[in-house]
């Protein structure tokens, strides 16, 4: 016989003695002792409930519903996810509480245009005009006054230490460090 089925065998022997066991134990007086034992535990743990005729009759006391009072859930206005940084860079939310002490909330305008994502490389005059050099991510640009960027930037002046560009979605100037004076 192999160790494999030896082991089978011995399996099956301990789970027929262990249902053997377990028929032994809940017959005979076993079964009726726990029965009051258990029915014992469940009268204790039951509070005395009192006769339905010997209670009086509750009367509720009056509640007077007219003088609650609820306000409006306020609506959200503005983006809960923005930053927590207003124009100014101070540390408050873009939430405030409306005029009259109210939990309201009141927007404070247009949100700020996003950081200007050109890097400066350099700049040239040609013809009298200034060229800057931009590069944003793998991508390179070269620009004028007047020219538009992805259509998202126009460039509004180029002057020897700073550019002004504008965010055309929001209509906001930006300014962008482009060198030193010479």
Do not use: C
Not at 30 to 36: E, G, K, M, S
Not at 146 to 164: E, K
């Amino acid at each position: 016989m192999s160790p494999r089925t030896r082991r089978w065998i011995g399996w099956g022997a301990a789970l027929a003695l262990t249902v053997l066991a377990v028929q032994w134990v809940d017959s005979g007086e076993a079964p009726a002792l726990r029965d009051r034992a258990d029915a014992e535990l469940v009268a204790s743990a039951e509070p005395a409930r009192p006769s339905i005729a010997a209670a009086p009759a509750a009367t509720a006391p009056d509640i007077r519903l007219d003088r609650l009072r609820r306000e409006p859930y306020p609506a959200l206005q503005s983006d809960p996810f923005a930053s927590d940084r207003d124009l100014a860079g101070n540390g408050r939310s873009g939430l405030q509480p409306s005029e009259g002490g109210g939990s309201g909330v009141v927007p404070r305008g247009p949100p700020p245009p996003p950081p200007l994502p050109f890097t400066y490389m350099g700049k040239m005059l040609e013809d009298g005009e200034s060229v800057v050099f931009l590069t944003r991510g793998e991508r390179n640009y070269v620009v004028r006054q007047g020219a538009t960027i992805d259509g998202q930037y126009r460039v509004d002046q180029i002057g020897a230490r700073t550019m002004v560009l504008t965010y055309l979605p929001a209509n906001a100037k930006q300014t962008l460090a482009i060198g030193s004076a010479p």
